[in-house]
C-alpha cells in the first residue's frame, strides 16, 4: 500500500476577531501567507513559521456554533529558548502556565490566546 497521506497541512483555528489573532501570533514570530475572503462572508487567514516554506500552517477561521472557541488546540510549537519564549507570550497580557521544568523532560509551558484556546510551546534544545 502506498502513503495514503503525506503531510499535514494546515491546522484550523477557531477565533472570534481574526485581525486580533493574527496581529498576536505574527507579534509571536509567524508570517502571513494568506488572508482573503474565499466567499461571502468567509474569510480564511493562513500564518506560517518564516523559515518554514513547506510545514504546517495555522488557520484562523471564524468562531460559530459549530465551531466555539476556548479549545485545547493540541498544538506543540518548538522553540530553542524556552525561558525566553514563557517570558515574551507573558508580556503579551495571555494566561501562561508555569514554565515546566522536569529534568527528564524538556522545558515546557502552555498559554491561551485572546480566545482561550490552549497552545503548547516546547524547548527543542
Known amino acids: ?4 497521506f503525506t503531510k499535514l497541512q494546515t491546522v484550523a483555528i477557531p477565533v ?7 496581529a498576536l501570533l505574527e507579534d509571536l ?8 475572503e474565499l466567499q461571502p462572508g468567509f474569510r480564511w487567514v493562513e500564518l506560517a ?9 495555522l488557520s484562523l477561521v471564524t468562531a460559530g456554533d ?10 506543540r510549537l518548538l522553540t530553542t529558548d ?7 507570550v507573558s508580556s503579551k497580557g495571555l ?20 480566545d482561550g484556546n490552549r497552545f503548547y ?4 534544545g
Not at 500500500?1 to 495514503?4: A, N, R, V, W
Not at 524556552?82 to 515574551?88: G, I, Y
Not at 494566561?95 to 485572546?114: K, T
Open 1 to 4: 500500500m502506498t502513503d495514503l
Open 16 to 22: 472570534d476577531d481574526q485581525d486580533r489573532t493574527k
Open 29 to 36: 514570530g509567524f508570517h502571513t501567507t494568506m488572508d482573503a
Open 49 to 57: 513559521f518564516p523559515d518554514d516554506g513547506e510545514g504546517a500552517t
Open 66 to 75: 459549530g465551531l466555539p472557541t476556548g479549545i485545547d488546540t493540541g498544538i
Open 82 to 88: 524556552a525561558r525566553t519564549a514563557h517570558a515574551l
Open 95 to 114: 494566561a501562561v502556565g508555569e514554565l515546566l521544568d522536569w529534568g527528564s523532560a524538556p522545558l515546557m509551558f502552555s498559554f491561551l490566546d485572546h
Open 121 to 124: 510551546v516546547s524547548e527543542n
